[in-house]
């Protein structure tokens, strides 16, 4: 079993969508919960990031924490055209371990 | 402001030729590291640095090696290439090193190789 599971998709929707982007994982010593943005041929960038539990918001991006479910999530509200991407979550104790990505297509 | 930079961006080899990777960072940041990217693998840490004169494997370490020069370069070689080396190389770096301190890691574009 992976340390952390990612949807792969591909995932589409129209433009105006609210999107949901979710992760699972299986250590209960991830602290620290990052989503990264990856756009085509090009490299990961840092786009949310949570400490423990709870919910911080962006801008129309908000990332919520569940610790006890050991779940994550990314919330992309009224999406656009330039949101298409591959999201990748994070999470680290004693290491940063990355979820496959999911691909994401919002379509105009 | 550059950030990290990697190159070539693009590379074809044939099986059994060697080749270096660069990878150059401006942010001051003591940890680097090397992943490789597959599809449906996601990213897979080859080796990192933790500070400079540091180096330690990741989880595919195999058929790699590293040098950190000085604190703002980190080379990846592949002293000889196999068609499963053919992947997307990302170098990356963050402030410290990643055992439990948090830190987000800065990424380059990436080196696509192929490996024929």
């Known amino acids: 079993q992976k340390e952390v599971e990612q949807d792969p998709g591909p995932l589409s929707v129209p433009e105006g969508a609210i999107v949901s982007l979710n992760c699972t994982y299986s250590n209960s010593a991830f602290q620290y919960f990052m989503w990264y943005r990856q756009y085509s041929r090009k490299g990961p960038e840092l786009l949310m990031y949570t400490y423990s539990s709870g919910n911080k918001e962006d801008g129309r991006f908000t990332a919520q924490v569940d610790k006890s479910s050991k779940y994550i999530s990314l919330f992309i509200r009224d999406s656009q055209p330039s949101d298409s991407a591959t999201y990748l979550c994070a999470m680290e104790a004693q290491k940063l371990v990355f979820g496959q990505g999911t691909r994401l297509t919002i379509n105009p | 402001n550059a950030g990290v930079t990697q190159t070539p961006k693009f590379q074809v080899l044939k099986t059994g030729q060697s080749m270096t990777l660069q990878c150059a960072q401006d942010m001051n940041h003591n940890s680097m590291y090397w992943y490789r990217q597959d599809p449906g693998m996601g990213l897979r840490l080859i080796y990192y640095s933790a500070s400079e004169g540091t180096t330690d494997k990741g989880e595919v370490p195999n058929g790699y090696n590293v040098s950190r020069l000085n604190k703002r370069e980190f080379s990846l070689r592949l002293e000889s290439a196999a068609p499963s080396q053919t992947s997307v190389y990302f170098c990356?770096?963050?402030?410290?090193?990643?055992?439990?301190?948090?830190?987000?890691?800065?990424f380059g574009d990436g080196t696509r190789l192929s490996i024929l």
């Open positions: 990356a770096s963050s402030e410290v090193a990643n055992r439990g301190s948090g830190q987000p890691q800065h």
